[in-house]
């Protein structure tokens, strides 16, 4: 053995704190506004939905957060997670950049989505609420919640995305196994399944419509709360632990990196890795471009607008200042369910605004080639929605060796794909087809909004 190729970390050395960019940003977000009245909102609108921890989370500007040690000692179960030097993949590119990852899929639910989840149940458990509400695309979400309620003795009920519940059934399973009850969304237990059916009986769902089933159950039940697995501020700073832990363990391999990558579905993974090395770039230390990755069949960051609009397609939630294609918008049903969102996070929203961070969308029979190159190099076969990152890595590699020079490149390996072998199944068939949406989709479904510009 010459070369080192996990940088692994101590239990001893997870973390004690999140990392809030709220802190450092030289613009903060726009506030959120209430969606009948149009004005901000406050902490007491929000009360239904979320316990209060996660209200003054998501509005805090303290630069860090305490991780409870209920919080920490259960992360053990799979923290740190092991960095990887991607040695077979240089080698399999013939690249002189190189590259490294982070690897979330030890999870127990197999992504970085438990990083959030089990803080979120916490928090819930310490205000005595017994029953939590949610919605998942790909099920990746659903199983994280469902695990980490089960740890603390809530109840968890999730509207799976119906072309996600009926692809993928064994995410089901999963949930259920943890005790999670899950229903196909559009479903006719809402008022919000309801109108939708009514419109059109043969919905495939999106994760819009089933963010409007969860936020109704939580709203109308008074033991009930709602939890979301990306988009807001607080999930985006649970998910920092990420690129927290890959910073000691570049330091520990002597190394920094030029280049970030992630794949973007509301902007948590992203976050989580990028955000503490931005730390640096907006504090006046060593700087990175941070690239998001999106599917060119659901574009908000490289085609959207930046506006204020809904978190949920039937305009429950509150008016989130951000990128987005459009609340009715109705993603492709590519296999990188977890990807397929209309909007993003105010906050990553703003940084891109702002010119700190950079997107890109790629189509997806080029991420499952690159998602074949890395399974076939490094072993692991990653989530559709990872692959959007190492389709970019390797983009951004190839350049490298045009211009003769070597990049050092980290890459978040958000999750496995084991529960996406359909997915390959398709792929390996040659029946994935690419998806660009056409300007006229994007503007008519832009111009049915009436919520504020910016
Ligand atoms: C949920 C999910 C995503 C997309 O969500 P983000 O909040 O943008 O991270 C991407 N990859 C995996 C594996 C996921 O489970």
């Known amino acids: 053995m010459t070369q080192q190729r996990k940088i692994i970390l101590q239990e001893s050395e997870i973390p004690t704190h999140w990392y809030n960019i709220m802190a450092d940003m030289p613009n903060k977000p726009l506030p959120p506004l209430h969606p009948g009245t149009h004005q901000p909102i406050g902490p007491e609108d929000l009360a239904p939905l979320f316990p209060m921890e996660l209200i003054k989370q998501e509005v805090s500007t303290d630069k860090w957060i305490e991780i409870p040690e209920e919080v920490r000692d259960i992360y053990t179960l799979w923290r740190p997670t092991p960095m990887y030097r991607a040695y077979g993949l240089e080698k399999a590119l013939g690249t002189k950049s190189k590259i490294y990852y982070k690897y979330e899929g030890v999870s127990p639910a197999g992504s970085h989505k438990p990083n959030t989840a089990v803080p979120q149940a916490y928090y819930n458990m310490k205000e005595g609420v ?28 999730v509207f799976m995305v119906k072309v996600s519940y009926e692809g993928k059934p064994y995410r089901k399973v999963m949930m259920n196994t943890w005790g999670g009850t899950v229903h196909a969304s559009p479903s006719s237990l809402t008022h919000a399944g309801k109108t939708i059916l009514a419109k059109d009986p043969q919905s495939p769902g999106s994760l819009g419509i089933a963010i409007s089933e969860a936020v109704e159950v939580a709203a109308t039940n008074n033991d009930t709360k709602y939890s979301l697995g990306s988009v807001l501020n607080h999930v985006l700073m649970h998910q920092t632990i990420i690129g927290l832990e890959a910073l000691k363990q570049l330091e520990k391999a002597g190394d920094y990196p030029d280049i970030v990558v992630a794949p973007f579905g509301g902007g948590s993974n992203f976050a989580g890795i990028a955000f503490p090395f931005l730390q640096n770039n907006l504090t006046g230390g060593k700087k990175i471009r941070a690239i998001a990755v ?44 977890g990807l397929r969102y209309h909007g993003a ?35 692991i076969i990653p989530a559709p929605e990872a692959t959007h990152a190492i389709a970019e890595v390797i983009r951004q590699a190839k350049q490298a060796d045009e211009e003769g020079v070597s990049k050092t490149i980290l890459f978040n390996l958000c999750g496995h794909g084991h529960f996406d072998l359909s997915a390959y199944e398709n792929y390996l068939a040659g029946k994935i087809k690419d998806y660009e949406v056409s300007k006229d989709e994007i503007s008519a479904s832009l111009a049915e909004l009436d919520t504020p510009a910016i």
């Not at 998942?136 to 979400?141: K, S, Y």
């Not at 200042?321 to 296999?335: A, E, R, V």
Request: glycine letters at 14%; one cysteine or more; aromatic letters at 10%.
């Open 294 to 337: 999106e599917p060119t069949s659901c574009p908000k960051l490289t085609r959207g607008e930046f506006r204020y609009d809904f978190g949920d397609t039937v305009g429950m939630t509150p008016l989130i200042p951000m990128y987005t294609l459009g609340h009715n918008f109705i993603p492709s049903p590519i296999h990188a369910g």
């Open 130 to 157: 017994k029953k939590i509400a949610t919605e998942t695309g790909a099920g990746q979400w659903g199983s994280a919640l469902s695990f980490a309620c089960k740890l603390f003795g809530i109840e968890c009920e």
């Open 345 to 379: 996070g105010a906050i990553v929203s703003q940084l891109l605004k702002d010119g700190i961070i950079e997107a890109n969308a790629i189509n997806q029979t080029e991420c499952f080639e690159a998602g074949l190159l890395f399974s076939g190099s490094e072993g």
